[in-house]
């Protein structure tokens, strides 16, 4: 048993402490506004106690407005607290676009976006026992292609070389749960079957005997930035390391094990 400390409760984050409370664990974590059992991300006198007692501390908070607001805040803090472990929920976006080719733990940090790429390396410079977690796609109940399809806003867009990796946010919480016993370090927790997304709108289709959208451009679906800059990179994500260090395999090697595990 131990407690944990965790830094933003948002979906990936929410689901691990519900694994381990679970197990008889006491998790507390921050959110904005301090809502339900939670601690307002403001109340230093809250956290800094939290820290003081917990002996596994995890952030789940990306960086804004080009910094990392839990560094910026309790970094100093972290970096001297009395706990064993330390984590952070990072991004394969880290890797930046590599034109479909496999990356491991080893490949350059080069993401479009300096401020992932900061913090990523700030945590794993902060102290010596941190584990910094990049992760693909998230997918899982609530947050699957399947809600995508049933809401209508499921798309196929026509780029035929583009290939995504993915990981279900079980497979998350039992990444970071095999840490806890594993070497501190960088892993890449993904699923092993990297695919287009085209194909999970098929397969999830299939599953709900709903019509395929139409097959379009980018231009032609008329998607956020923040979807097209999905559709800006390219990569297939090796999760050997996290295999072979921590002992991990995902639950669901691949989309199909988990959109049949329900939504």
């Given at each position: 048993m131990g407690q944990m400390l965790i830094f933003g409760l948002g979906y990936a984050a929410g689901h691990l402490a519900d694994r381990l409370r679970a197990r008889g664990w006491d998790v507390v974590g921050t959110t904005q506004d301090g809502r339900g059992d939670s601690i307002a991300f403001a109340n230093e006198g809250a956290v800094l106690a939290a820290l003081r007692s917990a002996s596994h501390i995890l952030s789940s908070v990306p960086?804004?407005?080009?910094?990392?607001?839990?560094?910026?805040?309790?970094?100093?803090?972290?970096?001297?607290?009395?706990?064993?472990?330390?984590?952070?929920?990072?991004?394969?976006?880290?890797?930046?676009?590599?034109?479909?080719?496999?990356?491991?733990?080893?490949?350059?940090?080069?993401?479009?976006?300096?401020?992932?790429?900061?913090?990523?390396?700030?945590?794993?410079?902060?102290?010596?026992?941190?584990?910094?977690f990049r992760l693909?796609?998230?997918?899982?109940?609530?947050?699957?292609?399947?809600?995508?399809?049933?809401?209508?806003?499921?798309?196929?867009?026509?780029?035929?070389?583009?290939?995504?990796?993915?990981?279900?946010?079980?497979?998350?919480?039992?990444?970071?749960?095999?840490?806890?016993?594993?070497?501190?370090?960088?892993?890449?927790?993904?699923?092993?079957?990297?695919?287009?997304?085209n194909r999970l709108v098929e397969w999830g289709c299939a599953m709900l005997g709903a019509p395929l959208p139409p097959l379009q451009s980018l231009e032609e679906a008329g998607l956020s930035p923040a979807a097209r800059a999905f559709y800006a990179e390219n990569r297939r994500v090796a999760n050997g390391k996290a295999k072979r260090l921590l002992g991990w395999a995902p639950r669901y090697p691949s989309f199909r094990e988990g959109l049949a595990a329900g939504r």
């Open positions: 960086p804004a407005d080009g910094a990392d607001p839990v560094l910026a805040r309790y970094g100093d803090a972290i970096a001297v607290a009395p706990a064993a472990w330390v984590g952070y929920l990072s991004s394969t976006g880290v890797y930046g676009d590599v034109r479909g080719a496999w990356v491991d733990e080893s490949a350059p940090v080069k993401g479009r976006r300096p401020d992932r790429n900061a913090a990523d390396a700030a945590w794993e410079a902060l102290r010596s026992d941190v584990s910094v693909p796609g998230i997918y899982g109940p609530g947050r699957s292609i399947l809600d995508r399809i049933t809401e209508g806003r499921a798309h196929r867009i026509a780029l035929p070389d583009q290939v995504f990796s993915r990981v279900h946010v079980d497979d998350i919480a039992g990444g970071v749960i095999a840490s806890f016993r594993g070497p501190p370090g960088i892993y890449n927790l993904a699923d092993d079957e990297p695919c287009h997304q």
